[in-house]
């Protein structure tokens, strides 16, 4: 009954910024780590960012600087505030919830930029 359900996907031209958001219904007991995931077509699913509980956010090399992973713990929502964006970013980004009880994703939501 838990669920992932992501917002602030779109189409943006290079060097603009979209936030990202990850709204979890349902009780998620336990979280051991919060993550994003990306996707482009062809290509491997990549972790671009997580937050293990008790940590320190990490990120890809490729993300490092210009992405943001942060947690609102009183509205359940993790956010991705991706700024400076090129092309290369261009994929379906996923949110990710681990804890003690299951693995949760979410829906994906689609982040084109454009030259």
């Known amino acids: 009954q838990v669920q992932l359900v992501e917002s602030g996907g779109g189409l943006v031209q290079a060097g603009g910024s979209l936030k990202l958001s990850c709204v979890a219904s349902?009780?998620?007991?336990?979280?051991?780590?919060t993550a994003w995931y990306r996707q482009a077509p062809g290509k491997q699913r990549e972790l671009v960012a997580t937050?293990?509980?008790?940590?320190?956010?990490n990120y890809a090399g490729s993300v490092k600087g210009r992405f943001t992973i942060s947690r609102d713990n009183v509205k359940n929502t993790v956010f991705l505030q991706m700024n400076s964006l090129i092309p290369e970013d261009t994929a379906v980004y996923y949110c990710?919830?681990?804890?003690?009880?299951?693995?949760?994703w979410g829906q994906g939501t689609q982040v084109t930029v454009s030259s």
């Open positions: 349902g009780n998620i007991v336990s979280i051991i780590a």
């Open positions: 937050i293990i509980n008790g940590g320190r956010p």
């Open positions: 990710n919830v681990v804890s003690i009880t299951g693995n949760y």
